[in-house]
C-alpha cells in the first residue's frame, strides 16, 4: 500500500524524486491501463546503480533518465498489462516457470528444431538477457524442461498408486485401480494429453549432449523400475497364467502410453489413449488373475 501512494506522489509532478528509492523519473507513472508503464516490486536487500544497470533477471535494465546511488531495492518490471488483473497473474509467476511453461508448450506442438528463443521471448514478454540469465543455450533448457517433466509425471503416478493402495491392500486390485485413475487423468484432459517431453527428446537427441540423452534414458528406466516392482509384488502372491518377463511388462506401459499419445493426437480422438491404458490394465489382469473354478460338471 506504501508502495502504491509512493507512485502516486511520484506521478503528481515531472522530475519528482521516488521517496523509497531514491530514482528520480522525469515522467510520471500512468495509470494501469498504460501499454508502456513502470511498476514497482519492493524487496528486502539492497542493489547499487551499477547492479540495476547491468539489468536485473528479467532482462530489464534501468532506464536512461533514472539516476540514484545506492538504494533500497526495487526491482521494476516492464510490462505490457491488458489490465491490472492480467498483470498481478503474470508477476505470481515466476520468469523461469513461465518460459519453462512456454517452452514446453511450443515443444510438444512442434518439436525443439522449430522453437526459437525469439518466439519464447516474446511470449513470456522479456528479453533476450532475461532468457539467457536463467537458461545458457537451448540444452540447458532442454534439460530443465526434461527434468521438471519428469517431475511432474512422478507427481502423478505417486498420487495415483497411493490412493490406490488406500483403496485395496491386495496388489493386484490396487495395480488395477492404479491404471484406472491414471486413465481417467488423461480421459478428463481437455484437448487430450499435450505430448511426451521424453519421446521429444528421443526423437532429436541428435540435438543435445551426452547429459540430456542420460537423463531420458534414466526416465525411461525409472519407470521400468516403478511398474516392475508393483508387477513383482502381484507375481510374488499370483502365479502368471503364461511365461512372461516382468521387465517386458512394465515396459508395456510406457509403449502403451507413448504409443496412445501418438495415436490419439494423429486420428483427433483424445480418447485412444486412456482406452489403451485399460486394455493394458485388462491384459495385465488376464495374465495374474486365478482362472475361476467352475462348479458345473
Given at each position: ?28 507513472v ?16 539492497i ?9 536485473d ?108 493402495d ?30 511426451c ?13 551426452q547429459?540430456?540423452?542420460?537423463i ?9 523400475n ?53 486394455l ?18
Open positions: 500500500m506504501a508502495a502504491e501512494t509512493s507512485m502516486g506522489a511520484a506521478a503528481s509532478g515531472p522530475n519528482v524524486q521516488h521517496p523509497n528509492t531514491g530514482f528520480c523519473k522525469r515522467n510520471a500512468n495509470s494501469w491501463v498504460s501499454r508502456t508503464s513502470l511498476f514497482f516490486c519492493i524487496k528486502t536487500n542493489l547499487s546503480a551499477p547492479n540495476l544497470a547491468a539489468g533477471e528479467n532482462g530489464n535494465n534501468a532506464p536512461a533518465n533514472w539516476t540514484a546511488g545506492t538504494v533500497p531495492v526495487v526491482q521494476f518490471l516492464q510490462v505490457l498489462p491488458a489490465s491490472r488483473n492480467d498483470w498481478m497473474a503474470n508477476l505470481d509467476v515466476p520468469k523461469k516457470q513461465q518460459i519453462l511453461e512456454a517452452a514446453q508448450a511450443a515443444i510438444l506442438a512442434k518439436g525443439f528444431s522449430a522453437t526459437s528463443i525469439d518466439e519464447l521471448i516474446a511470449e513470456v514478454g522479456i528479453s533476450k538477457s532475461g532468457f539467457f540469465y536463467h537458461f545458457r543455450d537451448k540444452t540447458i533448457l532442454a534439460r530443465a524442461l526434461l527434468e521438471r517433466y519428469i517431475e511432474q509425471d512422478d507427481v502423478v503416478f505417486d498420487r495415483a498408486f497411493d490412493e490406490a488406500e483403496l485395496s491392500e491386495d496388489p493386484l486390485h490396487s495395480f488395477l485401480i492404479a491404471l484406472k485413475l491414471l486413465a481417467k487423468v488423461f480421459d478428463d484432459m481437455p484437448n487430450g494429453h499435450p505430448g517431453m521424453v519421446a521429444c527428446i528421443c526423437y532429436h537427441e541428435q540435438l543435445f549432449d547429459e540430456v540423452r542420460n531420458n534414458a534414466k526416465a525411461v528406466l525409472s519407470w521400468r516403478r511398474f516392475r516392482k508393483r508387477i513383482e509384488r502381484i507375481a510374488e502372491r499370483y502365479e502368471p497364467r503364461i511365461n512372461i518377463d516382468l521387465d517386458d511388462l512394465a515396459d508395456m506401459f510406457s509403449v502403451v502410453g507413448d504409443g496412445g499419445i501418438i495415436l490419439s493426437r494423429v486420428v483427433g480422438d483424445k480418447s485412444l489413449l486412456p482406452r489403451q491404458l485399460l493394458y490394465r485388462d491384459f495385465v489382469r488376464l495374465i495374474f488373475e486365478p482362472t475361476q473354478v467352475s462348479d458345473k460338471p
